[in-house]
């Protein structure tokens, strides 16, 4: 667990090994946030689209831009109806 002060204007500094953690460094946004579980959470306000590498399984077979597109317009399209 890693440990900060808040100073007299309200300021505290994020320990090393969090921003290590969190992959932030100086003049990265950051977003706090209470959970459902009254939880603070700490989070960067963006993160690299690199992050997201390996989160979603791979197809069965390889997919073409053409069968990309045509899944986001099929997508698109359903949301005009909602």
């Known amino acids: 667990m890693s440990d900060a002060t808040l100073s007299p204007d309200g300021r505290a500094a994020i320990p090393a090994k969090i921003q290590e953690y969190l992959r932030i460094g ?3 946004e950051i977003d706090f ?4 579980d009254g939880r603070v959470v700490l989070r960067p306000a963006k993160i690299s689209v690199r992050v997201l590498r390996g989160c979603l399984p791979k197809p069965a077979r390889p997919v073409s831009l053409e069968e990309m597109d045509e899944a986001i317009a099929s997508g ?6 909602k």
């Open 33 to 36: 946030m209470i959970d459902s």
């Open 26 to 28: 100086p003049g990265d």
């Open 76 to 81: 698109m399209a359903g949301e005009e109806e």
